[in-house]
C-alpha cells in the first residue's frame, strides 16, 4: 500500500537547526519531495531527491534519504521564525511504467520559538 | 508573471446546489491535478490530467468533476455538493511527468450547509 507517515508537531528555538522526518512504505518511489505551507497560502515546491541519491543539499536545507529504512528527513540550519509553516514529505511512485498519484504525508507543523 | 489561479478564494453553498471552482495556469503545463486538505488527513488528490482531454481519478474522486477542454483551465465541478466535501482545495499544475516543478494555486476554502 501507499503510506506516508510524518509526526504531526516540531517547536525548535531560533537558530537551532530543526529536523523533520518523513517514512513512506512505497519501495517503487521514484521522486521524494518536501513541500511548505505558510498560513492562508498554498504549498511550495521546497525540494526534492531523486531515489538513487542518498543527499542533497541547498542553501539550509539538506535532505537524506535511507532508502533501505524508507526514512527521508528534511534538516533546517539556522532556523529562523520565517520558517514556521507545515512542512509536507510527498512521495512520487509508478505503476507499470506510467506515472502515478503524488502522495502526501499529513504534515508537520514546525513552530520556531525566538 | 507565472501563477496558478483559483476562483473563487472562498465559498459558502447549501447541500445540493452545482458549484465550479475554477483552475487556470498560465504556463503552457501539461499537467493538472486538485487536491483536498483537511485536518488530520493531509493533502489528497482528488483528480489529475496528463493533457487536453486526458483525465484521471485520483484517491478521493467520489462527489466530483472535472474537465480539461483547454490546456490553461482544469475546473472542478461538484455536482451536488454536502457537507462532507467542506474543505480547503488546492489546484496544481506542472511540466510533465517529473514535477519537480509543481506549482499550487492559493487554495480555495469551500463550506457547504
Known amino acids: 500500500g501507499e503510506d506516508v507517515e510524518q509526526s504531526l508537531f516540531l517547536s525548535v528555538r531560533e537558530g537551532d537547526s530543526s529536523v523533520i522526518n518523513c517514512t513512506y512504505t512505497d519501495s517503487s518511489s521514484t521522486y521524494l519531495y518536501w513541500y511548505k505551507q505558510e498560513p492562508g497560502a498554498g504549498l511550495q515546491l521546497l525540494t526534492y531527491?531523486?531515489?538513487?541519491?542518498d543527499m542533497k543539499q541547498d542553501q539550509r536545507l539538506t535532505v537524506l534519504l535511507n532508502k533501505k529504512d524508507k526514512h527521508l528527513s528534511l534538516r533546517i540550519a539556522d532556523t529562523q521564525t520565517g520558517d514556521s509553516a507545515i512542512y509536507f514529505c510527498a512521495e512520487r511512485h509508478y505503476y507499470g511504467g506510467s506515472q502515478g498519484n503524488l502522495i502526501f504525508g499529513k504534515g508537520t507543523k514546525l513552530s520556531v520559538k525566538p | 508573471e507565472a501563477q496558478v489561479t483559483q476562483n473563487p478564494r472562498y465559498l459558502i453553498t447549501v447541500t445540493g446546489k452545482k458549484l465550479t471552482v475554477t483552475c487556470s495556469q498560465n504556463m503552457n503545463h501539461e499537467y493538472m491535478s486538485w487536491y483536498r486538505q483537511d485536518p488530520g488527513l493531509g493533502l489528497r488528490q482528488i483528480y489529475y490530467s496528463m493533457n487536453v482531454e486526458v483525465t484521471d481519478k485520483g484517491d478521493v474522486p467520489e462527489g466530483y468533476k472535472v474537465s480539461r477542454k483547454e490546456k490553461r483551465n482544469f475546473p472542478l465541478i461538484l455536482e451536488s455538493p454536502s457537507p462532507n466535501q467542506t474543505s480547503l482545495y488546492f489546484c496544481?499544475?506542472?511540466?510533465?511527468?517529473?514535477?519537480?516543478?509543481?506549482?499550487f494555486g492559493p487554495g480555495t476554502r469551500l463550506l457547504v450547509l
Open positions: 496544481a499544475s506542472s511540466v510533465g511527468q517529473s514535477q519537480e516543478t509543481q506549482y
Open positions: 531527491i531523486f531515489s538513487n541519491m
